[in-house]
C-alpha cells in the first residue's frame, strides 16, 4: 500500500494572553501520584564585584531563584498547603491529578516486571477504564466511564497528553498505535467530566502519560521480549542531566504475525523529551514523537461467525464456515461484486503520525509562571479496512498561553490559573473503492471531504485552602467551536461508469459553557473526602456529518453536542503505609449523547452516529492496594457502570419507517462489572532477594450490542500468571538485569476482545427482528488472543 501524502499549511497569527481574573479550577484526587525526583539546575554566571548593598540586594535574589526548583511536581494533595510547590510545579499537576477530581496514577512499577505490548496492558489497573480492540496490533479504544465504548474504533470522548502535550487532535480523535508503555514512568487517569480544563471531547476524562526523567535512568537501557505469534518487540531508552539540558530517549521496533489471520504487523515508535534551563527564570521543553505503522487487518464478525471460527481459520479458502467477507466491485466503481476474505483483498493499515512541540516557561517571580506551548501533529493514513480506502493527511495546530500563580487572599493560600487556547485542523480526505485484486487494490474514488475544525476559548480555575483541612475548587472553561465542510459523493452508472456527483456541505457553529465546582476535606492522614459537580461537552466531527444510517454518504448535519454533568462523591482510607482503598460514586447526566453504531455490510462508511436525547451514566469505582506482607501484595480495580438511555426515540426503516422506544433500555457497549485483580510475591531480603510472581484475574461482564437489548456479547474471565527476577550488577558499566516470563490466558479462554454496536433490523410487517437474526450481523467481533506465552528481558548500562 502507498501512502498518500499531501502538503498543507497554515498561517496563524497568536495574541499571546495574559489574562488575570478572579476565577480558577483545581481538583483533588483519590490517589496521589508519587513525587519525582526533583531536578535543580541553574545556569552558572561571572559576576562583576557589586558594592555591598548591591551584592546583598543581588544575594537575597538568587536565594529566591534557587528556591525554585524545576517544574517536577510534587503529590497534588498538597498543591496549596506547601510552600515549596513552584507555579510551574503546579501547572504540570494540572495534567497529572488536579485537585477535587477521582484520578489514579498508575506508576512504572505496575508494569516493569511484565509484557507490555500496549495500554491495555497497564491501563487495566485503574478503575473507571474499559478496554476494546480497534483496528490494529496496538489500536485500542480506550473508555472512561463508558465513555467510548460506543466507538467503532480509535479513542473519543477523552483527551490524552504525553508530558502534558496534546496528542489529541481538535477534531477529538487519539489513537493509541503511538503508545508503547516501555517509554513511561507513569500514567495519569482522571476521571468524570472535565471539559472546564480539558476543552471539547474531555466528556469522560483524560489521560496523561509521563516519561521518566533522563536523571532517573542516568545511562541507557535495552530491553527485548518476544513470544508467540511471533511477537517481538526491540526497545531502548536513554536519559540523561547533563549542566542545565535533560533529555528521555525512546525508541522501539515491534512486529507480529497475530493470531487472527491476516493480522500481522510492523510498527515503529521515537519518543523523545528534552528540557534546557535557559535562565533561572526560563526553561524549554522539546516534544518529538513518530509512529510507523504497517499492519494487515482481518475482517469484524458476526456472534454466530465468532461462535464458529475465532481465529478465522482457513478463510483463505472461500466457503470456509465463520469467515467474514467483504463484497467489491470486480471493475472498482459499479456492477457485480464478488466477495472476498481480508488475506484475499488485502485489507490493512498504512500509517504515520507525527508530533513536534515545544514549550516555554518564565518565571515572574517565585509566585507566578507564565506559560506557552505550541504542537503540531500530521496523521497520514492509507487505511483499506472494508469495501473502501480512506486516504488522507491530517494535519494540526495546538497552541496553548497561561497563567499560573500562587498567591494568599484573606490569609489563606490560593492557586490561580488563566489561560486562552487555539487549535485548528484543516484536511482533505478521499475515499475509494478496494476491487479485487489483493494487496488492497484500489478502485474509482467514491468520495471526497474537503474540511476544517476549529476550537479557541478560554479557561480560569481557583483553588482556595478555606481552613488547613478544607480546599475549595471552582472553574470554567468556554469554547467556540466551527465546523465547515464539503463532502463530493461520486455515483458510476453503465459500464464506462459515467459519473454524477453530489455536493454536501455544512457550516455549523457551536459555543459550549462548562463550570466546576469542588469540595477537598482531609481531616487527618488516615481520611481524605471528595465532592465535586463538573461539565463536559463534545461537538460532533465533520466526517459525522456527512454520514447516514445506511453508511451511504449523505446529509446527517443536524447533529448536536453532547453535553454532560456529573457528580462524584468518594473518599480515601490510608490507615497505614500498607493499605489503601479508594471508593467512588459518580451520576452523570447527557444530554445529546453521541453514539455510533455499526452500518449494514458493504456500505462505504462502517459507522454511523447520532444523538440519544438523554440518557444516564451511574456507578461505582473501586481500588485496594494492600501489603500482606513485606513480600506479599493484593491489588483490585473494579468497576461498576449502569447506563441507560432516559429518552430516546428509534426510527427503523425497510421502505417503511417504524419508531421504537429505547427509553429505559442499556446503552449497548457497556460492560456493567469490570474487575482486574493481582495477588503478587516479591522477595526482599535474602538469597532470594528480586525473584518474584504473580497471578492476576481479569474479569468483564456480559453486554448488550444493540439499542434494542435483544443481542448480549459474552463476557469472560482471564487468568495471567507472571514469574520475574531483578538484580544490581556490580560492574562499570552495567547496572541491573531483568527479566520475566508470563503466561497470558492461562486456560485458553475463548473470549470476545471487541464488539461494536449493530443496529437493529424491522421484519416486512414491523417487527424488530430477534436475536437469532441480529446474530448472523457481520462488523462487530473480534475475538481475544487464546494463550499466548511471553519472556522478555531488560538490562540497564551505566
Known sequence: MSRYHALRGVSVAAVQLTLFAPFSMAHGQSSSPAP??????????????????????????????????????PPAATLVQSVNVTPGETRAILNQAPNGQTATTID????????????????????????????????????????NARNGFAIRNIVIFDDGFPVTQPDGLSRSDLIDPHAYGAIDVIRGPSSALYGNYATGGALNFRMRPGR????????????????????????????????????????????????????????FLGT???????????????????????????????????????????????????????????????????????????????????????????????????????????????????????????????????????GMDTMTYVGGFFNMLPWSSDTRNVMP?????????????????????????????????????????????????????????????????????????????????????????????????????????????????????????????????GYDLGGDWTPNNALKVSLTGFYEFFRDELVTQATPAGAPNTTYTFNAPRSEHRGVELAIGWRLSPAWRFTAAYTYLDEVYTEYVENLTNGTTYSFNRTGNKIPGISPNELTARLSWDETAGPLHGLGAFVEVVWKDSFYMDNANLLRAPGYELVNANVHYKTDLVSESLKSLNVFLEVRNLFDRT???????????????GLQNPASVLANTTGSIYAGSPRTFVAGMKIAFR
Open 437 to 565: 485484486g489483493g494487496n488492497a487494490t484500489l478502485g474509482r474514488i467514491i468520495a471526497n471531504t474537503t474540511a476544517s475544525h476549529t476550537n479557541w476559548g478560554f479557561r480560569a480555575r481557583e483553588e482556595i485552602k478555606l481552613a488547613p483541612t478544607l480546599t475549595a475548587i471552582a472553574g470554567i472553561g468556554w469554547e467556540n467551536t466551527n465546523l465547515w465542510g464539503v463532502n463530493s459523493a461520486y455515483t458510476y452508472t453503465g459500464p464506462t461508469g459515467v459519473t454524477s456527483t453530489r455536493l454536501t456541505g455544512a457550516d455549523r457553529q457551536f459555543q459550549n459553557t462548562a463550570p466546576e465546582l469542588a469540595l477537598l476535606f482531609k481531616p487527618d492522614s488516615e481520611w481524605q473526602f471528595r465532592a465535586r459537580v463538573g461539565a463536559g461537552y463534545g461537538t460532533p466531527q465533520v466526517g459525522n456529518l456527512f454520514v447516514i444510517s445506511s453508511g451511504q454518504f449523505g446529509n446527517n448535519a443536524q447533529l448536536k453536542a453532547q453535553r454532560n454533568i
Open 108 to 147: 512504572r512499577s505496575r508494569f516493569d516486571n511484565r509484557p507490555a505490548f500496549s495500554v491495555a496492558d497497564v491501563l487495566r489497573d485503574s478503575p473507571g477504564i474499559s478496554i476494546k480492540q480497534g483496528n490494529g496490533p496496538r489500536d485500542f479504544g480506550i473508555s472512561i466511564r463508558g465513555s
Open 751 to 765: 473470549y470476545v476482545a471487541s464488539a461494536n454496536n449493530i443496529g437493529n433490523t424491522v421484519t416486512a410487517a
Open 276 to 410: 534546557l534551563q535557559a535562565s533561572p527564570d526560563d526553561r524549554l521543553t522539546f516534544k518529538l514523537i513518530n509512529n510507523e505503522l504497517d499492519t494487515r487487518l482481518p475482517v469484524r464478525l458476526s456472534l454466530n461467525q465468532y461462535y464458529q471460527n475465532p481465529f478465522q481459520n482457513g478463510c483463505e479458502t472461500p466457503g470456509t464456515p465463520g469467515c467474514g467477507t467483504v463484497s467489491l466491485f470486480n471493475n472498482g466503481f459499479n456492477g457485480t461484486r464478488t466477495p472476498l476474505s481480508a488475506i484475499a483483498a488485502g485489507l490493512g493499515r498504512d500509517d504515520r503520525r507525527t508530533i513536534v512541540g515545544g514549550r516555554w516557561e518564565h518565571d515572574f517571580d517565585n509566585q507566578t509562571t507564565w506559560r506557552n506551548q505550541f504542537v503540531f501533529d500530521d496523521r497520514n493514513i492509507n487505511q483499506p479496512t472494508g469495501t473502501t480506502s480512506a486516504i488522507g493527511d491530517f494535519a494540526s495546530y495546538n497552541f496553548i498561553s497561561d497563567v499560573t500563580r500562587r498567591g494568599e487572599i484573606f
Open 216 to 271: 532517573e535512568i542516568d545511562g541507557f537501557e535495552y530491553g527485548v521480549e518476544g513470544g508467540s505469534f511471533g511477537y517481538l518487540n526491540n526497545y531502548f531508552t536513554a536519559g540523561k542531566k547533563v549542566g542545565n539540558f535533560e533529555y528521555t530517549l525512546f525508541g522501539s521496533d515491534v512486529r507480529g504475525d497475530g493470531y487472527i489471520q491476516n493480522s500481522w504487523f510492523n510498527t515503529q515508535t521515537v519518543n
Open 36 to 73: 519525582l525526583p526533583p531536578v535543580n539546575v541553574e545556569a552558572p554566571r561571572e559576576v562583576a564585584p557589586k558594592p555591598a548593598a548591591q551584592r546583598r540586594r543581588a544575594q537575597s535574589s538568587t536565594a529566591r531563584r534557587q528556591a525554585r526548583p524545576s517544574p517536577v511536581p
